[in-house]
């Protein structure tokens, strides 16, 4: 099995960005936890994290061609206002989670509309970090 895990915009600042609403763990401390499971589970996981949505969509269109089984995808504060990712998604037909470290629906109006959710296989938010495992043991029952 193949996963591609997709942070959008800031995450590369987790640990030093609002830890009272993100936490103190760093994009490289999830990937290490990510790394442990995928390995135990016989599994391909890649990590791309980008502030710039175009290259975010073009790590969905290469796990299309990559073959990859699942996106875990954290659109940040793409979450709230793209359309053309939302796109990329809907055109590969690839299984995605969707993950939010805070919950979107207990902070501010303009962050409790997600793009992705409708169309996401499950969603994981308010979990903190732990969402990314959760997302991650949860594409691993996929069977593509």
Do not use: W
């Not at 609002?18 to 401390?29: F, Q």
């Not at 073959?67 to 940040?76: E, H, L, M, Y």
């Not at 969707?98 to 109006?109: A, G, K, L």
Request: glycine share 4%; aromatic share 10%; net charge negative.
């Amino acid at each position: 099995m193949k996963i591609l895990v997709l942070n959008g915009p800031n995450l590369n600042m987790l640990g030093v960005r609002e830890e009272d609403i993100y936490g103190s763990e760093t994009l490289n401390d999830i990937e290490i936890k990510l790394l442990e499971i995928a390995k135990e589970s016989n599994c391909i996981i890649n990590f791309y994290q980008s502030n710039a949505e175009h290259e975010l969509i073009d790590s969905i269109h290469q796990a299309f061609k990559d073959n990859t089984d699942a996106i875990i995808f954290n659109p940040a504060g793409y979450t709230h206002t793209s359309v053309a990712l939302r796109d990329a998604i809907l055109a590969v037909q690839i299984p995605f989670f969707e993950v939010h470290i805070s919950d979107i629906d207990s902070r501010e109006d303009f962050r409790k509309k997600s793009f992705f959710s409708d169309i996401a296989k499950k969603v994981f938010s308010g979990h903190g970090t732990e969402g990314y495992t959760l997302a991650l043991k949860e594409a691993l029952k996929i069977n593509r």
